[in-house]
């Protein structure tokens, strides 16, 4: 254990250890092979996503923009916890230094606030194409759209960084043991050895956050099934329904897992619903978005299709 004498009878803790990863002899394998298979899928599927929105022209709309930029965040996103799971899974030392551990907090909290924000963002771009078509081209431009973008992204990073920089000034000199599979506020939070009850200030801020960015998606879409209902063509209730069932599906997703997570309150979860969480967040939601996005999108589809086609007439003609 890496540590820094600071008195005669104290240390401060200088390093973490996940204490809830297993060891490669008691079955770390088994969980290390389908955590890879899965991060290799998360990465090459928002990528493709990422480049198929780039290169089609047929995509280049305010929806597909905003899907391109959610893929883009969902492969940094998860590259700041699941890399080093997967060194845990196979090392035999699990260890974070105390700066690697803030660094993950911060990044992984800014990733997600910045996703939800652009969740938000999603959810208004649906609102108008839908309840209110005719002037839809005239309000989401480009330009509102990148203000939207880079506005999310301010959000994301700036907020999370005085909660971090308090944290940093926090002495750890008991446990040095993180029963979490990731670096998150509350499991590092027990191993300060002062007084963070002001902690909770934040964790309200955190909340309100959360609920106000559910509350306008919500009331969104709320609003958008009410419109869709109204429409007297079956064709057209089912391609307004078709083009928000995606987002509808990953707004649920990763709000509802962030909700059970984070608007806990007194609430209190044994180490292992805790671990069951942080799993659907970090590893099964960023899963399912490439599948939501691709395989259940027809415009993406045919995009993907277009983009291989177009590859292997380019091969040919170089034979």
Not at 195 to 211: F, G
Not at 305 to 310: D, Q, T
Request: hydrophobic residues 50%.
């Amino acid at each position: 254990m890496t540590r820094l004498m600071i008195s005669e009878n104290q240390t401060m803790v200088t390093e973490f250890f996940f204490s809830m990863f297993p060891d490669l002899h008691e079955g770390g394998l088994l969980f290390f092979i389908p955590l890879l298979f899965i991060y290799g899928f998360i990465i090459t599927g928002n990528l493709m996503i990422f480049i198929v929105i780039q290169l089609d022209i047929a995509l280049h709309t305010p929806m597909y923009f905003f899907i391109s930029v959610l893929s883009f965040l969902e492969i940094w996103y998860t590259t700041t916890t699941i890399p080093k799971m997967l060194s845990n899974l196979v090392s035999e030392q699990k260890n974070i230094s105390l700066a690697g551990c803030l660094l993950q907090m911060y990044f992984f909290h800014s990733l997600g606030i910045t996703e939800g924000c652009v969740l938000t963002a999603m959810a208004i771009d649906r609102y108008i194409a839908i309840c209110n078509p005719l002037r839809y081209p005239t309000i989401m431009t480009p330009k509102l759209c990148i203000q939207l973008t880079a506005g999310s992204c301010f959000c994301g990073f700036l907020l999370v960084l005085p909660e971090i920089t308090w944290i940093a000034t926090f002495p750890f000199c008991g446990s040095n043991q993180i029963q979490q599979i990731f670096c998150d506020f509350t499991p590092v939070l027990r191993l300060a050895c002062t007084d963070t009850s002001l902690v909770v200030i934040v964790d309200a801020i955190h909340a309100v956050e959360i609920l106000a960015s559910f509350l306008v998606i919500a009331l969104s879409y709320i609003r958008i099934i009410v419109v869709i209902l109204r429409m007297p063509s079956v064709e057209g209730r089912h391609k307004a329904f078709s083009t928000c069932a995606a987002h509808l599906a990953v707004f649920l997703l990763f709000f509802g897992s962030v909700a059970v997570m984070y608007l806990r309150f007194s609430a209190i979860y044994s180490v292992f619903w805790d671990t069951a969480n942080a799993v659907t967040f970090i590893v099964l939601a960023p899963f399912l978005n490439p599948l939501i996005y691709s395989l259940r999108n027809k415009d993406m589809k045919d995009a993907i299709e277009r983009l291989f086609c177009s590859q292997k007439r380019a091969g040919g003609a170089r034979r």
